[in-house]
């Protein structure tokens, strides 16, 4: 069966430092990925999703995520924490031709003046 | 320029009551879920269906229903609430599988 794990709860980075939030995957072929943030009290909001090709992926607010196959994994990446960063980040799998969607855990982002 | 509209978005039941949520959206999605958020569990899938009088059991859909009767609305009932279903719950739609997720603004459920 399909898996995300985010091994990392919760994160604490100064604002302008830079972010990495790690994601892996479980699944025998290559999934569709997604990263989605959540701010308190709100549903969730796209940020970037990887289907194929390129496996370095631009989405919107400025954040990134790579694809590597070798390692499962699909981390997300900003090279500078803005304050309003601070929300709650989801990454999710789905299987291609399928129709489920899983997400991870989640990662809380808190970020210090 | 509704979106994914839940209702109700708070209710307290007490154990052993049954109450419906309902999901209803205005986009001509195919594809609607239900979720569960509960903290440090992240999101899990409850029922999702592909499309019209389709409907499939997601990672936790124990002492969960749906229905899917109307292309634009997905319902999830709880035929005997347990505390163990407080929760907040999501609704999404998405246009394919592999398409961004439109979600609802929550509905929170306490079971006493």
């Known amino acids: 069966a399909q898996s995300v794990t985010q091994p990392d709860i919760h994160i604490t980075v100064s604002e302008g430092a830079s972010l990495e939030l790690r994601c892996n995957y479980s699944y025998g072929a290559t999934p569709y990925l997604f990263w989605y943030v959540q701010s308190p009290g709100q549903g969730l909001q796209l940020l970037l999703k990887y289907f194929s090709g390129d496996t370095l992926v631009q989405g919107i607010k400025g954040f990134e995520a790579e694809f590597k196959r070798s390692q499962s994994s699909f981390n997300l990446r900003k090279p500078s924490v803005h304050w309003s960063d601070a929300a709650e980040y989801f990454c999710a799998v789905a299987v291609q031709g399928g129709g489920k969607l899983i997400f991870g855990q989640g990662t809380e982002l808190s970020v210090k003046p | 320029n509704a979106g994914v509209t839940q209702t109700p978005k708070f209710r307290v039941l007490k154990t052993g009551q049954s109450m419906t949520l309902l999901c209803a959206q205005d986009?001509?999605?195919?594809?609607m879920y239900w979720y569960r958020q509960d903290p440090g569990m992240g999101l899990r899938l409850i029922h999702y269906?592909?499309?019209?009088?389709?409907?499939a059991k997601g990672e936790v859909p124990d002492g969960y229903n749906v229905s899917r009767l109307k292309k634009q609305n997905f319902l999830l009932g709880l035929e005997s609430a347990a505390p163990s279903q407080t929760s907040v719950y999501f609704c999404?739609?998405?246009?394919?599988?592999?398409?961004?997720?439109?979600f609802g603004e929550g509905s929170r459920l306490t079971v006493l």
């Open positions: 269906s592909v499309g019209e009088g389709t409907t």
């Open positions: 999404a739609s998405s246009y394919r599988v592999a398409g961004e997720l439109f």
């Open positions: 986009m001509n999605h195919e594809y």
